[in-house]
Structure formats: C-alpha cells, structure tokens
DNA sequence: TATAAATAGGACAATTTTATCTTAATTAAA
DNA sequence: TTTAATTAAGATAAAATTGTCCTATTTATA
C-alpha cells in the first residue's frame, strides 16, 4: 500500500508526537529502534518530514526531533503519506491510466472510487493526536518485538 | 497501490478476455499495443499469469493466449492481484508490521481494517467479465491515446 | 570561545522492480 | 518433414527504492 519509507515516517511521526506530549526531543537513534526501521534512512525521511513541515527538527547539543503539541491535533495522516509517497494513492488511477475519470474511465473506475474516497477520508481525517494516543495508551504497538 | 507488473497483469487478462469472447487469440505485441505496456515485461507477466491458471497459452503457429470462454465469469480480480503481488495489498498490516491483529495492533490497525476489507470485497466480488464487458462497450478503455 | 552533541546533506552501495534481448521449445500447416 | 509462427525461459540491463557512510553545519553549554 505504502512505500516502506512512509511507513517508517508514519511510525516515525507517531512516536515523535507521543514524545513531545511529554515534553522530550528525540533523535534518530531512539526513533529507529522504538520502530525497528535503519537508522541511516529513517533520518532521511525526518528530513523529508522536517521540509514538509509535518515535524520540527533542533539542530545541535540538546536538539531531536519534535512536534509542537498544540499543532498534533491538527496533523492528518494524510500530510505525512502526502509528504513522502505523494498523493497518486488516494487520486491516481487503479491501473495507472494517466488520465482516468469519469468521461475516459479504466475498467475499474467505478470499482476503485469507492475505496480510494474510502481511503482519502480515512486519511484525512485521522489525526497524529489519535495515533499517538492509541501508543500512549499501550492499545498499539510501533514493533513487534 | 499494485506494482507496475499486476496493473499490466490485470489490463493485459481484460484484453485477454474481450478477445476470447470474440473467440480471438491474441499475442504480447498486440496486448502490450492495447494497453500501452513494454511488450517483453508484458510477455513475463503473462507467463505468470498462465502458471497461476488465470490465462491459458496455445503455443506454436496460431497459438497465442486466450481464457476459456466459460471462466471468464468466474476468475476474480483477487486471483490476479495475487498471482503477482499476493496478498498482502489485503492482507497485510498497514505499517508493515509482521505481525498485527486485534491483540497486537499498530496504531493505524482499526482505521485501515476497513478500508483493508472494502478493498478485498471488491478484489473478490469483482470478475473479469464484467470488466471485459466494461472494455466492450465502449464503458472504458485499457490506454489512453 | 572551545567543545560536544545534534541535524543536514551528499556520495555511494545494495536490493528490488521494471524492462530488454537472445535462444530454446513447441506446434500448425504447407 | 520442413518451415514459420508462436510461447517459455534465462541472462542481462536500467531504473527506482531502500539503505549506509562520511562530512558539514548548527547550537547549547562548560
């Protein structure tokens, strides 16, 4: 469905924001290992999220990543797959037609309108605050392990 | 959301189809034309197809690839989706975690359940004919141009 | 101001996916 | 039985994605 790094991105964000709740910076390092994702890479994505501005990043002693608490609310899981994947999931054709719609529909159109919108609110009215509480509340899990 | 190879899969078995109503064989060049794919990728892609039982290959002079005309009603979308992505489009968790159910969600687990479920109901329920009657009729088209 | 702790960024490597090319095997028909 | 048309299959190449490493830049604090 996602690209590995957006999965790594959503985890990513999620584990960020529970740990700005709390008021704590973090840094690639303890990202990587609370999600089980490669370190080096991860931090590329951050990066991405970073420009983005789905995530604020400290430089220097003391810094890590961050999200200001009163804006979790406000993040939609669809900034984050937007911010790495684009936005061909919930608006591109189900066959790859460069142009599919109503007037020149693929074979599936109809079929895939039904889960893309399905998709697209989903995405865009689920909120990082959500997420994050569902960790918080140990009711999810970033990792198997 | 399916690779490159299932969408020239799933186009490809819709060309497939239409032709074998029309009692017509047909082979990768005019498949790949039809729908606007590279022709020897195409050509493994259905060789694929073939080994999972969704098409059927006449080899030798005026052979070509066909679908038993009484099938056609009976071969879902799902069994091409997973002859070459599998099933993990359906199946698997949304974050990519191994292992993710009700007593071990990711945090996006009940938000993508639904949408997981829309997706293999329609991949199950969906059958090539009425795709390739979609194609027939002029309903949608398989490029394009 | 020097130092240590961070993120940023560029170059590179590995892997997977997508795509191509060539040859072998098969088969209908002349 | 030979030939031409066709799929099967293996080797290889190109491109995209995933992943690593090294250095530059930034910044709080001693």
Redesign the pocket.
């Known amino acids: 469905m996602f690209?590995?790094?957006?999965e790594?991105g959503i985890k990513a964000a999620i584990f960020i924001a529970k740990n700005s709740y709390e008021g704590k910076?973090?840094?690639?390092?303890e990202i990587s290992e609370e999600i089980n994702?490669?370190?080096?890479?991860t931090?590329?994505i951050?990066?991405s999220l970073?420009?983005h501005n789905v995530i604020n990043?400290?430089?220097?002693?003391?810094?890590?990543?961050e999200i200001e608490k009163d804006s979790i609310p406000y993040i939609k899981l669809s900034q984050i797959v937007n911010a790495i994947d684009g936005d061909s999931i919930y608006k591109g054709c189900g066959l790859g037609l460069e142009t599919c719609n109503e007037e020149h529909p693929c074979p599936v159109h109809d079929k895939f309108k039904e889960i893309r919108n399905n998709l697209r609110d989903m995405l865009e009215t689920t909120t990082l605050e959500e997420l994050a509480l569902n960790l918080k509340n140990g009711n999810a899990f970033l990792k198997v392990i």
Do not use: I, W
């Open positions: 690209s590995k790094a957006c790594y910076r973090v840094n690639p390092k994702s490669p370190q080096a890479f931090a590329k951050l990066q970073v420009r990043s400290v430089k220097g002693a003391y810094g890590g990543f």
